[in-house]
């Protein structure tokens, strides 16, 4: 089974869009949404959730007041604040602060703190009219470290695996952090959306790095393509510089709004140039796939 991710440099691209429409097309893959920070795909896929899974992303200090002296070292070494005394000098512990260092938990030399897992979130496993769905949602103030990223494109593999699924579509994150790199690793091809603007641009050029970084074969896509006709060819020319093959440029098409507020995917509700664009780049990156 073939693995593809599709990411951005920055947020707002399109991403979701894109991977919506490939859904669409593609009769034969399975779903994963891995930009579990701000996951949204499944609002144009509209799953029916089958599975759900809590994660436990890390761990947490807790302050056993029976064995507790308050001699307040534990309070002296935390670097993060989290650590509180009550009216009688003993440590109380603010989840929201804590970052899991464990330090308090060795400096205690009464055995008052222990660290415990934390349920930061979930994982679900859904079933839409285009093929099964994997994605996660994280708890308000949680951090994603990629693990969730992990535990989700896992399930998805098992799950075409299991099925016979031809090729797992994942809709990534933007930037180049932890969770783009949890993304990427270990895919058969990375589709980079852009748009021509400066920043789109610039942070294009630094995920093409990173996927090269990683040796993942990349193709790009520039989205809005027509909003500025000189960036989109300076964009060209720097893909075309570093081999990195452009599948297609999509024009601005309201139809795109349309769909999202309707909420399906482009292609199964427009006939417009966005979608044209759309099904023509699927064809090229399932070409460069197989």
Known sequence: MKQLVIISGKGGTGKTVISASFAALDCNAVLADVDVDASNLHLLLRPEI?????????????????????????????????????????????????????????????????????????????????????????????????????????????IGERDGRGVLIMDGSPGIGCPVIASLSGTDMAL??????????????????????????????????????ENSAQLETWCTEH??????????DTEVVDSVTRGLPLVECSHGPAAAAIRKIWDKVRDQLS
Request: charged share 25%; glycine share 8%; aromatic share 6%.
């Open 50 to 158: 089958r599975e759900r899974h809590d994660f436990t992303g890390g761990r947490k200090a807790r302050v056993d007041a029976d064995l507790c002296t308050a001699c307040g070292r534990c309070l002296s070494v935390c670097r993060f604040g989290a650590l509180t005394a009550e009216d009688d000098g003993k440590a109380r512990v603010d989840p929201l602060s804590c970052e899991g260092c464990d330090f308090c938990s060795h400096i205690c030399e009464e055995g008052a703190i222990a660290m415990e897992p934390c349920v930061s979130g979930e994982w679900f496993v859904s079933e839409t009219r285009f093929g099964p769905l994997v994605h996660a949602r994280l708890g308000i103030a949680q951090e994603n470290s990629g693990k969730l990223v992990t535990q989700v494109r896992k399930t998805a593999r098992e």
């Open 192 to 229: 980079v959306v852009t748009e021509p603007t400066p920043s789109g641009v610039h942070d294009m050029k630094r995920i093409v790095d990173l996927a090269a970084h990683f040796k993942i074969r990349t193709i790009c896509a520039v989205n809005k393509s027509d909003l500025n006709t």
């Open 243 to 252: 081999g990195v093959p452009v599948a297609g440029k999509i024009p601005f």
